[in-house]
């Protein structure tokens, strides 16, 4: 079975610096999707970014992107310029590439807050 | 174009009591499951469907039913609650079984066993 690990329970940071949320996961896949999901005290859950495993470049959307090592397992996301509306909770999550259901492994999640 | 849509949005339930989390989706999606998410946790699948008349246990099934009657709709029965159910239910859906689809959540319904 798959499983997700973010060893930052809470992280602070100035607005405008930048902070790198951790996750590292466990699989025997070799095909396979990395997501970041954020939820802000809305419960809402909004992806922010995803990364295919099979593809070797960082993904990137504007101020997020990704430091993903595939052989060390790991799928970091990075914050650049931090914004007051990036305080959030933040999930890493996993799904296998192949077979039916898209089924969704989450990390136990970081808050993350943004000060002014 | 509403989205996911999850109903109710709060409840307070006792215990031995049954009741039904709505999900309706208005994007013509095969794929629709249900999660829910615990303090100090990330979510965790409970059922899911590949399709009207398709539903398959996720990793935490026991004390919930389900069944996709409709492409729209894909309903989550609490059989007898109990507490250990306290939880926020989040419902998704996608456009299909291929893993490179976006998987869009609902708003979340609070549920609270008493």
């Known amino acids: 079975a798959q499983t997700v690990t973010q060893s930052q329970p809470e992280m602070s940071v100035q607005e405008a610096e930048t902070v790198t949320l951790s996750c590292t996961y466990d699989?025997?896949?070799?095909?396979?999707?990395l997501f970041w999901y954020k939820q802000p005290p809305s419960r809402q859950m909004i992806l922010v970014i995803r990364q295919e495993a099979y593809k070797q470049q960082n993904a990137t959307e504007n101020r997020f992107s990704v430091n993903f090592q595939k052989a060390a397992k790991s799928f970091s996301l990075k914050i650049s310029d931090s914004q007051l509306g990036d305080t959030a909770m933040y999930f890493c999550a996993f799904m296998k590439h192949r077979g039916g259901a898209q089924k969704l492994v989450f990390g136990q999640g970081t808050r993350l807050t943004i000060n002014p | 174009n509403a989205g996911v849509t999850q109903t109710p949005k709060f409840q307070v339930l006792k215990t031995g009591q049954s009741m039904t989390l709505q999900c309706a989706q208005d994007m013509n999606h095969e794929y629709m499951s249900w999660y829910r998410q615990d303090p100090g946790m990330g979510l965790r699948l409970i059922h899911y469907s590949v399709g009207a008349g398709i539903t398959d246990q996720g990793e935490v099934p026991n004390g919930y039913n389900v069944s996709r009657s409709t492409t729209e709709d894909f309903p989550l029965r609490l059989l007898s609650a109990a507490p250990s159910q306290t939880s926020v239910y989040f419902c998704a859906s996608s456009l299909g079984v291929y893993s490179g689809n976006t998987i869009y959540f609902g708003e979340g319904s609070w549920l609270t066993v008493v």
């Open positions: 699989t025997s896949e070799n095909n396979y999707y």
